[in-house]
């Protein structure tokens, strides 16, 4: 059974950062992708960021600059560093990992940024 824990949410004042970490009970690279997907109260989850086992890195355009995912293979951890944070940001944050026949869902971890 595939677990991702997610940590490192928390409450952060408006233009500050954090960094959310995903560390998951087997080895990254046994997923093709791996990411962070949000969810704000009334609003659909909606990605945020993408790493493929190759390296390649995608952003949605809403935090597009402002934010960095990254990963140690040695801790199996995927991070998410976010800077310049916005109220709009604030949301619950879940790792998201897929293989082919799969895919995986941490429990969330809770972002909120104060105006």
């Known amino acids: 059974q595939v677990q991702l824990v997610e940590s490192g949410g928390g409450l952060v004042q408006a233009g500050g950062s954090l960094r959310l970490s995903c560390a998951a009970s087997?080895?990254?690279?046994?997923?093709?992708?791996m990411g962070w997907y949000r969810q704000a109260p009334g609003n659909q989850r909606e990605l945020v960021a993408t790493?493929?086992?190759?390296?390649?890195?995608s952003y949605a355009d809403s935090v597009k600059g402002r934010s960095t995912i990254s990963r140690d293979s040695g801790k199996n951890t995927v991070f998410l560093q976010m800077n310049s944070l916005k109220p709009e940001d604030t949301a619950v944050y879940y790792c998201?990992?897929?293989?082919?026949?799969?895919?995986?869902w941490g429990q969330g971890t809770q972002v909120t940024v104060s105006s």
């Open positions: 998201h990992a897929v293989t082919r026949a799969y895919q995986y």
């Open positions: 087997r080895s990254i690279f046994s997923f093709n992708t």
């Open positions: 790493i493929r086992t190759d390296g390649i890195t």
